[in-house]
């Protein structure tokens, strides 16, 4: 049997060896980045999940409030907001400390609770994400009792990885109604 | 067997990569969309919370002070230790622009809310807060209104009977007295003080303090003495009444005239006085703070003296027979349509 193949010239080859390189770097490169991309949403959710229930939470039972708790740590970080109730226990925010294991490495983050009167106090930040600034500030001025806090939150990437990097600040204001 | 076996040449490679690039760019375009679609989630929320703390902001300014919430645009601040409304839409986060506006609300006889025709209701304003801001240089928007009502103070719809057989006999409606005379009134009927006087008084009336009496309206009403108010007193002359005060009229408190008034003897007020409309006073006026609304149109027979504060508002008139004059400290706020006469001598740097 007699095979004739021509086959390609050096030239062509070479060409073909780069056009294939090149396709093989983007279609890794874009399958990276979706990857990427598909981890930074998921930490940026866990941030704003986060800040936006705790926010909703101060805001819900600020509402509900007799007044704000003469013991409230005003103006510095990590501050403590307490709400009174004519009916019921007092609720209490405030940050804890706690070591976590993310990998091989330690980590210490700081963690929203609530406590209802005595009762346990239940977390309201999981051990994703890291709250960075628990500031509350009395601006009832010559009015009603009324207190803003301010709320920055990122998420736990001890590695530094921009992936993994997310954090967001907001701040919510309670009006007391004293009802 | 002969094979010719002649390969891929570069064209079919070529065409091969541009597919591929094609459905690269799908997916990129695919995925970009997606970070778009998540980033506007985002400021979704941001938002959300923006309007949350809005409005809670507003509700502290009204409790405060329900008169502040007046139709207008503005911005909130914070600066000063308490929320404030500020004349201009305030920046948040270097990313939205927060426009507050405030608009009046009307009702029906029935108090239920309209949208044209009705009567402004001074218990009840419609706000809305927009939030501006730029994604990649395209604008985004969004509104959210609320009804803030003055609910623990209510002056028109949420008026108690008494404050209303009061105005009513005073010839008046909740709309035409000045909202700080309309508080005084429900103020005094909380505190069993509110009367409307409908006949002659021999000797001398007393106001006590926190007291608000309204003179009947269409009526001539004679008081044999003096009239001595409490300085947190509110006396109202109904519509087209006319009171003889055979001695002075001695009120520190609010006073108000309603159109068609008139007055013998002499008005001595250290606290507030308004004219709703034509009025005129026999004698002197010594005053603290008066104002004249618009197409008010006021007399003295004799001197008028101010010590603090003179309103003038559009088409109104006053006519002083004697002198006017007022303290060096006073000041004056006359529209440029406002016009005053005065027979005799002018003392008053304050007035043009």
Redesign the interface.
């Given at each position: 049997?007699?095979?004739?193949?021509?086959?390609?010239t050096l030239i062509?080859f070479i060409?073909?060896i780069g056009?294939v390189a090149?396709?093989l770097t983007?279609?890794v490169t874009?399958t990276w980045?979706?990857i990427n991309?598909q981890i930074k949403?998921a930490a940026?959710d866990a941030v704003?999940y986060a800040?936006?229930f705790v926010?909703?939470d101060m805001?819900y039972q600020g509402k509900r409030a007799a007044s704000v708790n003469a013991g409230t740590v005003f103006d510095i970080h990590p501050g403590t907001l307490i709400f009174d109730f004519p009916a019921q226990p007092d609720i209490t925010y405030d940050t804890y400390q706690k070591q976590i294991t993310v990998g091989d490495t330690m980590v210490n983050i700081s963690k929203l609770r609530r406590q209802a009167g005595t009762d346990p106090p239940e977390d309201m930040t999981s051990d994703g994400v890291n709250v960075t600034n628990f500031l509350v500030t009395?601006?009832?001025?010559?009015?009603?009792e009324?207190v803003?806090i301010n709320l920055s939150i990122e998420a736990v990437n001890p590695g530094g990885s921009r992936a993994y990097s997310a954090e967001n600040?907001?701040?919510?204001?309670?009006?007391i109604r004293g009802l | 067997?002969?094979?010719?076996?002649?390969?891929q040449?570069?064209i079919e490679?070529?065409i091969a990569?541009a597919l591929?690039?094609l459905f690269?760019a799908g997916?990129?375009t695919l995925?970009s969309r997606?970070?778009n679609t998540?980033q506007k989630s985002?400021d979704l929320?941001?938002v959300q919370?923006i309007n949350?703390?809005s409005f809670?902001?507003l509700?502290?300014?009204a409790?405060?002070?329900w008169s502040l919430i007046s139709d207008g645009t503005y911005g909130l601040d914070?600066s000063?230790?308490?929320?404030t409304l500020q004349g201009t839409p305030d920046i948040i986060?270097d990313k939205y622009t927060r426009t507050i506006l405030i608009e009046s609300v009307y009702r029906d006889d029935n108090c239920n809310i309209v949208t044209s025709g009705g009567n402004s209701d001074l218990d009840t304003k419609k706000v809305t807060v927009q939030l501006a801001w730029n994604v990649g240089g395209a604008a985004n928007s969004q509104t959210a209104s609320r009804h803030f009502t003055n609910w623990k103070n209510p002056s028109a719809c949420g008026l108690t009977e008494n404050v209303q057989e009061v105005l009513s006999c005073g010839g008046y409606t909740s709309e035409d007295l000045p909202d700080e005379i309309i508080a005084n009134l429900i103020a005094a009927d909380e505190a069993g003080l509110l009367s409307c006087l409908t006949e002659d008084v021999d000797g001398n009336l007393q106001l006590p303090a926190d007291s608000a009496l309204m003179i009947a309206g269409d009526s001539n009403i004679t008081i044999d003495g003096n009239i001595n108010a409490h300085p947190s007193s509110t006396l109202v002359l109904g519509v087209h009444t006319s009171v003889t005060v055979t001695g002075n009229l001695n009120n520190d408190g609010f006073i108000a005239f309603g159109d068609g008034t008139s007055l013998s003897g002499n008005l001595n007020n250290a606290g507030k006085v308004w004219f709703l409309g034509e009025a005129s006073v026999e004698g002197n006026g010594n005053l603290k703070q008066v104002f004249i609304l618009e197409n008010g149109d006021v007399s003295f027979g004799g001197n008028l003296d101010f010590s603090e504060q003179m309103v003038m508002e559009i088409d109104s008139a006053l006519n002083v027979q004697g002198n006017l004059s007022c303290a060096q400290t006073a000041t004056a706020a006359l529209d440029p349509t406002a016009v005053i006469t005065v027979v005799g001598d002018t003392n008053c740097d304050a007035l043009p």
């Open positions: 049997m007699i095979m004739k193949r021509p086959g390609f062509e060409i073909y056009i090149a396709v983007a279609s874009i980045r979706l991309d949403l940026i704003d800040g936006s926010l909703n805001a009395d601006l009832s001025g010559s009015g009603p009324t803003k600040t907001w701040s919510t204001t309670v009006t | 067997m002969h094979l010719k076996q002649t390969g040449n570069l490679v070529i990569l591929f690039l690269a997916f990129l995925g997606y970070l998540a985002r929320r941001e919370l949350q703390e809670e902001a509700q502290s300014v409790y405060r002070d914070e000063g230790s308490q929320w986060e």
